[in-house]
Nanobody, 127 residues
Framework: QVHVEESGGAEVQEGESLRLSCVVS????????MTWFRQVPGKDREGISC????????SYADSVKDRFTTFRDNPKNTLYLRMNTLKPEDSGIYYC????????????????????WGQGTQVTVSS
């Protein structure tokens, strides 16, 4: 069974930076693209980023493009999200999930059907 554990969330001021981590077990990490999603109360999960299985390329939501960078360390089965110039609208719970393909399909931003999501990590950005 796939298990993900997100960490690194915090309460920060607008303009500051954070780095989120996601450790994955229960699958061959090298074979799958990986995604980050964000959820705020009352809204569906929003696709934030997707990085290909070997980390060669990534896709981002327009709202975070040029501010966020996703990358991975395959030997450590770990996915990262570097978040710069944070804004209050970046607040939410961040989740990671494997993508069903080694590349980021055009549908990457649609939340996958997973047996269970991780606990997520809370990011709060104050103005």
């Amino acid at each position: 069974q796939v298990h993900v554990e997100e960490s690194g969330g915090a309460e920060v001021q607008e303009g500051e930076s954070l780095r989120l981590s996601c450790v994955v077990s229960g699958l061959n990490f090298d074979d799958y693209a990986m995604t980050w999603f964000r959820q705020v109360p009352g809204k569906d999960r929003e696709g934030i980023s997707c990085v290909t299985s070997r980390g060669a390329s990534a896709s981002y939501a327009d709202s975070v493009k040029d501010r966020f960078t996703t990358f991975r360390d395959n030997p450590k089965n770990t996915l990262y999200l570097r978040m710069n110039t944070l804004k209050p609208e970046d607040s939410g719970i961040y989740y990671c999930a494997p993508h069903p393909l080694p590349y980021c399909a055009s549908t990457w931003s649609i939340p996958p059907e997973v047996a269970s999501w991780g606990q997520g990590t809370q990011v709060t950005v104050s103005s």
